[in-house]
């Protein structure tokens, strides 16, 4: 979002936040009311009728509280409130980039405070996660030399993974804690930007091509994932328990991750082409990447 809205040079807007905004919800909203209908017409006839309408309300519209389904949504929630912060460096470029740091530090400005509603999730720790993430946007397009790294970085991205994995499986995360989530940023940023060295942004390598194809369908994975591990996990219970569960896991792990990325391509690419086809009608867009994230 940053490396896309922003000047190289001067970190000047290059969008109107009415195009900004037409934009995230083009990208965002119609695959995800696709994705909620599908997940409670699934649902409603795999359970005999059951339905939680109000979750699933909730989940379409980001509603910032309550239960919601498909539940891994709930980060949606803070996805479309940081586009809101976001948008006041996009109106007021001058003070609106100030804006969205004090923004980004108010979890740790107001840790020693017991927040309760709407306070709590508009100085959510997540707002660190955000701005780690739109920080290291900001340094790509000021400074790039400082992403270029050898192909030895590949061991440390598996590193930082095996890392975060075992850390994880021994502490208590929460994204209500500033300590989890500065941990949890800091390795998310570690891969991000080892990343971006080994392949930069916008240099084309068929040796990372289907890395490059998994993030364009990562929002599709994100929202249909669950949906195949349920299916699939109730399947091999009935069907394939003479196999080994590490067979049965990287089976299952294999198939969500074909499933989202078949939807992607058959559905959710189509559903954003029908519509930025009709939206070029009444205005002059950017050329953009598609990916959300």
Not at 221 to 250: C, E, K, M, V
Request: with cysteine; aromatic share 18%; proline share 5%.
């Amino acid at each position: 979002m940053v490396f896309i809205s922003l000047d190289a040079k001067s970190l000047a807007p290059k969008v109107s936040v009415k195009l900004f905004f037409l934009r995230r919800i083009e990208r965002i909203v119609p695959f995800l009311w696709f994705c909620v209908a599908a997940y409670a017409a699934l649902r409603f006839f795999a359970r005999d009728g059951e339905a939680d309408w109000w979750a699933y309300i909730r989940a379409a519209f980001f509603f910032p509280y309550g239960t919601i389904n498909p539940t891994q949504a709930w980060t949606l929630r803070y996805e479309m409130l940081f586009y809101t912060i976001f948008a006041f460096w996009i109106a007021f470029p001058l003070v609106g980039r100030y804006f969205v740091v004090l923004w980004v530090a108010s979890p740790m400005i107001l840790s020693v405070l017991s927040l309760s509603a709407p306070a709590d999730f508009l100085f959510t720790p997540i707002n660190i996660l955000f701005g780690l993430g739109a920080a290291i946007g900001i340094i790509y397009k000021l400074r790039p030399w400082v992403f270029r790294n050898s192909n030895l970085s590949v061991a440390i991205i598996a590193l930082a993974f095996c890392g975060a994995n075992f850390l994880y499986s021994i502490i208590s995360y929460s994204h209500y804690l500033i300590s989890t989530v500065v941990y949890s940023c800091s390795l998310s940023a570690l891969i991000i930007v080892i990343a971006v060295g080994v392949c930069p942004i916008g240099v084309p390598s068929l040796k990372f091509r289907f890395l490059a194809f998994l993030g364009d369908a990562s929002y599709s994975i994100y929202l249909t994932h669950g949906i195949f591990l349920s299916a699939l996990a109730g399947i091999s219970s009935h069907y394939l328990r003479q196999f080994p569960l590490p067979a049965i896991y990287t089976l299952i792990l294999a198939a969500a991750l074909a499933g989202g990325a078949l939807i992607h391509v058959y559905i959710e690419r189509p559903i954003i082409a029908v519509l930025r086809n009709v939206s070029k009608r009444s205005w002059k867009l950017d050329a953009v990447g598609t990916n959300p994230h």
